[in-house]
Each structure stands twice: as structure tokens, then as C-alpha cells.
């Protein structure tokens, strides 16, 4: 069999799986849960090489989700890609979140001519979003700068363009952005908007070929820092 990158994200509460060989991704699984990574991550890791009939020993590499996101996830899957980087000699590339997010809209907007700015979201908790702009450059989405914390009501106040927007939003966040910004938002679907796991394999299997590796040993989640000092 050929060897086989795994794709870790518990950032969230979406929590997602997958299994790529550099070719295609082979097995992906999505879920919601409600703060029970610990319990339901390796289990399924094991029922996913089950399904394909590959195990441990055929495993590569290991791609994680770095965050932005929920402390208790992050952590639960940052480590677990730690350990199986350490315990089985594999190479393990950490990624943003919400690049994973934005990578999930490339083939949309590869055939665009002129090509609207993304902006992508995640739930960051008690009505909170983490938002971070990405504009199209070399045939990819890069991040204009650093992820922020905002609300539904606050965000795209200062949209002078038109704006698509991607990621984790409630049906209410949906309602309340397109209601206040009218022409200057376009969503993209729920479905489009789920972050899966085959997306951060992609990317993932991409920075290995590159050579883009990190160290198992000082790989560490990103908090954002609200003004408390506390991470969100």
C-alpha cells in the first residue's frame, strides 16, 4: 500500500479526519463534538486505516490543525499528532485552521478573473468569531495579515468591496451578516463552509513534498489572545 498521510483538526467543536496517499484522500470522516476529542479521536483514527485496510506502519506523515481555536481540542489534537510523530519516526506539518477554511474555496475562485477577497471564520465561543482575510495570489489564497476576534453584528463594518465570507456561522450569524451588508457579503454554502480534514490533507501532503516539516518537539497550537491575556 502506499504510504498514507493522516489529517488531524479538533480545532472546534467540528471535529474532522482524514487519510491521503498523495494522490487522493482516501477515507474522510466530519463530526460535531461537544468537547469529547479525547475520547472519540483515536478510535476513529484506528476504524478509518480499518476501513481501507492499512495500519499503522503504513502511515508517512501526520498534518494537525494548528488553531485558532478551542484550548481543550487544539491541545488534543496537537497532541496526538506529537505523539504519533515522536513514537513512530513520522513527519509532522502543522496548519493554520483557518487556512484549511480558505483552501476550501481555491478551485471557486481558480476560474474567476477578477477574484473577490475571502474572508474566513470560526466559532471562537460565547458569540465570538475569529476571522482572518485572505486575498488570491500565485494561484492560492494568503493571509492579509493576522486573525482577529469579532461578532456577526461587527464584522465587514468597514467593507468597501464585496467580501465572500466562509467557515463556521450559525444560521442566525448567516441572517444578521447578509441582512446588515446586504450587496457587500456573499456567503458561501454551509456545505462548502464545513472545514474537512481532506482540505488540510491536501495542504498538508503539499508542505512534505516542499520539505516543510516541523519539529515535533516545539509544535505548539495558536490562542488568540483577547485583552485579558487569556486565550479565546
Not at 63 to 73: C, D, E, N, R
Not at 153 to 180: F, I, P, S, Y
Request: proline share 4%; aromatic share 4%.
Amino acid at each position: 500500500m502506499d504510504k498514507l498521510l493522516l489529517a488531524i483538526d479538533t480545532a472546534t467543536r467540528i471535529a474532522s479526519l482524514a487519510l491521503h496517499d498523495g494522490a487522493r484522500v482516501r477515507v474522510e470522516l466530519s463530526w460535531e463534538s461537544p468537547d469529547h476529542h479525547t475520547v472519540e479521536l483515536t478510535p476513529r483514527v484506528a476504524g478509518m486505516l480499518n476501513q481501507i485496510e492499512a495500519t499503522m506502519d503504513d502511515l508517512a506523515g501526520v498534518a494537525v490543525s494548528l488553531g485558532p481555536g478551542s484550548f481543550t481540542g487544539l491541545r488534543v489534537g496537537v497532541s496526538l499528532a506529537k505523539g504519533l510523530s515522536m513514537a513512530r519516526n513520522l513527519k509532522v506539518v502543522g496548519v493554520p485552521t483557518l487556512d484549511i477554511v480558505a483552501h476550501a474555496m481555491h478551485d471557486a475562485h481558480a476560474s474567476q478573473e477578477a477574484h473577490t477577497p475571502l474572508v474566513a471564520v470560526l466559532a471562537a465561543g460565547r458569540g465570538r468569531l475569529v476571522a482572518c482575510k485572505y486575498q488570491w495570489a500565485k494561484h492560492a489564497f494568503a493571509a492579509e495579515g493576522k486573525a482577529w476576534l469579532t461578532t456577526a453584528r461587527e464584522l465587514g463594518a468597514d467593507w468597501q468591496e464585496t467580501v465572500r465570507v466562509c467557515g463556521e456561522l450559525n444560521a442566525e450569524e448567516r441572517h444578521e451578516l447578509k441582512k446588515r451588508l446586504g450587496a457587500r457579503v456573499e456567503l458561501a454554502s454551509p456545505a462548502a463552509s464545513l472545514r474537512r480534514a481532506g482540505y488540510l490533507a491536501e495542504l498538508g501532503w503539499a508542505r512534505l513534498r516542499a520539505g516543510q516539516v516541523d519539529a515535533p518537539a516545539t509544535l505548539a497550537p495558536i490562542y488568540i489572545q483577547t485583552p485579558s491575556g487569556s486565550p479565546a
